[in-house]
């Protein structure tokens, strides 16, 4: 058993990266508009499909792995623009409705197109084995993602801070119509937001179709630990969905060790007890969501 | 509209429901379906009181639901209690469901509250689906429906006898609704969805009426999830999970959020358009999930609300207090996004 213990502790941290990754996109959607994007899990298992897809197609694993998320942001402005945008200004219930109503068409259609059942899509061969780590073996396409994983953390964290961009989507989170008065387009900030959400979403669901599988649930499958992370980091807090995902994977791969039975539950115990510690959240911000 | 002409309303929808069973083949319909309309209902106003009245988003109703379905059916299978015995240990299993999540519930509002309610809610989804040997697992457990035992007389419940205990709940249901929506208990929440800070300054707490308000809305959820597990002698994980509550939400948004029949014309769509789109075709979930979204965006007023803003609705249909849908008015809506 203790054996298990420092490649699940990995494989735990492996989890928690993507839970982190599908968290931080949805807090970034949330943050700014108040959307809780249901959909979310879609347009990861949509990422997933397009990569799958094209890997079939003889086009390189890397080049599926930029490609098939950008095809997502497509799909995602235009649902931005034409039916989330009309929703932002009245509760924000009415536009995790309709996301909801979008994710249960968007599974149906993957089920047309790709088949009900799961696909088989593998890493590439040169990313297939198992590599040292000099204390133990681990399987290179895992270290691969959470290398990938935090390359792209590191990049949204850089955009954020650093550039001119970041900078006014942090103040427009703060005060959105303080900002517009400012002189800063509005609509184009929630457009690029919300692409950054997906972008993060389709690169999370291309890994995770080589990681856990792709079937027309399998991004849903991601959604709800994903919530968890979300309150367990606090809500409104990047840094916050980073923490808490890592521990959310923690959380599940020692339980998956130890009490398999308890694996999913674990997460809501976990959940619980950070809520009756810090009802925000770990990094939750005051007055942030009520 | 005077209390005269709503109680004889009111009263002919009862007297029309009373002759389902002679009107459902009619309509080519399964009395059970039209009885599955009634039982639906009681969950949808357990939404509506939450968030019709109150302005919670309430999107984990689906847990006490499934607590209740799952009550009935474990009671039954393991301790061979009655027809009305299961009735009540489901809707007591809502009822601790309640007890147990409004705590950590009614500590946030707006968007952070439906992210919870949906969260929490789904730890009795993962729970049912788990402990396989004793609920059944994903497969769910099938239970014969429990004798009604009075006395000495046995009898079984037929679809037919069914129907009316099911009007029978949803007419107590209903009645008890309505006094409580226009009690000053209600009226308090109604004011907590209007302007919860105003509430508070008025002395009053507002955690309190929605620690009150969530026991009430569990408990409900909890009876209609035990009728809806006796009448089709099953309860599976779906019952408890999120999607079920999203469906009890798009119900009470189509039948008219806090209005006080809307539960039902929201069920009664909901239920019976299911079961239609669901025998021709079997894309049904893309025309469900085409529903949502075109309800929210150009219906979000729903029926009895929409019958109401054009001012011809009979009121008692809706609820006296307009301001009730003004809060649905996606263009009256003032702050934007945030959840409070």
């Known amino acids: ?290 | 509209m005077t209390a005269r002409k709503e109680l004889l309303l009111s009263a002919a929808v009862v007297v029309l429901f009373a002759f389902g069973p002679w009107i459902s083949p009619l309509m080519h319909l399964d009395v059970s379906i039209v009885s599955g309309v009634l039982v639906i209902a009681i969950a949808v106003m357990s939404v509506n009181l939450l968030l019709g009245y109150t302005g919670l988003p309430a999107f984990g109703n689906a847990a006490y639901f499934g607590l209740g379905s799952y009550g009935a059916a474990l009671s039954v299978k393991y301790f061979q209690v009655h027809f009305a015995e299961a009735i009540v240990i489901g809707t007591v299993a809502g009822l601790l469901g309640g007890l147990i999540l409004a705590p950590f519930l009614l500590r946030r509002r707006g968007i952070y509250f439906g992210l919870l309610s949906i969260a929490f809610g789904q730890v009795f989804y993962f729970i049912a689906y788990r402990y396989t040997d004793v609920t059944g697992g994903e497969d769910g457990m099938q239970v014969p429906r429990p004798l009604f035992v009075l006395a000495n007389a046995h009898a079984t419940v037929s679809d037919f006898g069914f129907y009316y205990v099911a009007l029978a709940f949803f007419v107590i249901a209903v009645i008890a609704f309505r006094t409580i929506v226009r009690s000053p208990f209600g009226r308090t929440l109604i004011a907590i969805r209007q302007n919860e800070p105003r509430v508070r300054y008025l002395g009053l707490n507002t955690d309190r009426f929605i620690f009150v308000a969530l026991l009430i809305a569990s408990t409900m959820a909890g009876l209609s999830g035990a009728l809806s597990g006796l009448l089709i002698n099953f309860a599976f994980p779906l019952q408890l999970d999120w999607h079920q509550s999203g469906y009890f939400v798009l119900s009470m948004i189509l039948g008219g959020a806090g209005t006080v029949w809307g539960s039902l014309v929201g069920a009664f769509i909901y239920v019976i358009g299911n079961d239609i789109i669901s025998t021709i075709t079997s894309w049904w979930q893309i025309f469900l999930g085409a529903l949502f979204v075109a309800c929210v965006l150009f219906f979000p007023r729903g029926i009895l609300g929409t019958l109401q803003a054009l001012g011809r609705a009979p009121q008692a249909f809706g609820d006296d207090d307009v301001d009730a849908n003004a809060a649905f008015d996606p263009n009256a809506a003032g702050e934007a996004g945030r959840g409070v």
């Open chain 1, 1 to 290: 058993m203790i054996e298990h213990l420092g490649p699940q502790l990995f494989n735990g941290l492996v989890l928690g990266a993507f839970y982190a990754i599908v968290a931080l996109g949805l807090s970034l959607i949330m943050n700014l508009t108040g959307t809780i994007n249901m959909a979310h899990g879609s347009f990861m298992t949509l990422a997933g499909y397009l990569a799958y897809t094209m890997v079939l197609r003889k086009i390189p694993f890397g080049w599926a792995l930029i490609l098939a998320p950008l095809i997502a942001v497509l799909v995602g402005i235009i649902v931005e623009r034409t039916l989330v945008r009309p929703l932002y200004k009245r509760e924000p219930f009415y536009s995790l409705l309709m996301t909801f109503g979008l994710s249960l068409m968007a599974e149906e259609a993957f089920r047309l197109i790709w088949g009900p059942n799961g696909v088989p899509f593998s890493p590439p061969p040169a990313l297939a084995g198992a590599a040292s780590l000099g204390f133990m073996q681990f399987p290179t396409f895992r270290i691969f993602i959470v290398v990938v994983l935090l390359i792209a953390i590191a990049a949204l964290a850089l955009f954020l801070t650093r550039t001119r961009f970041g900078l006014r989507l942090r103040a427009a989170v703060q005060d959105t119509e303080m900002i517009a008065a400012l002189g800063t387009n509005t609509q184009v900030l929630y457009a690029v937001n919300f692409s950054l959400g997906i972008f993060l979403a389709g690169i999370a669901g291309v890994l995770a179709g080589g990681m856990l599988g792709l079937s027309p649930t399998s991004g849903n499958n991601l959604l709800m630990p994903a919530f968890v992370t979300v309150i367990i980091g606090g809500m409104g807090s990047l840094f916050g969905s980073i923490i808490g995902g890592l521990l959310v994977g923690i959380a599940i791969s020692m339980t998956t060790l130890f009490i398999p039975a308890a694996s999913e539950v674990s997460m809501y115990v976990l959940m619980a007890i950070v809520l009756l510690v810090r009802p925000r959240g770990l990094f939750g911000e005051e007055g942030i969501f009520g």
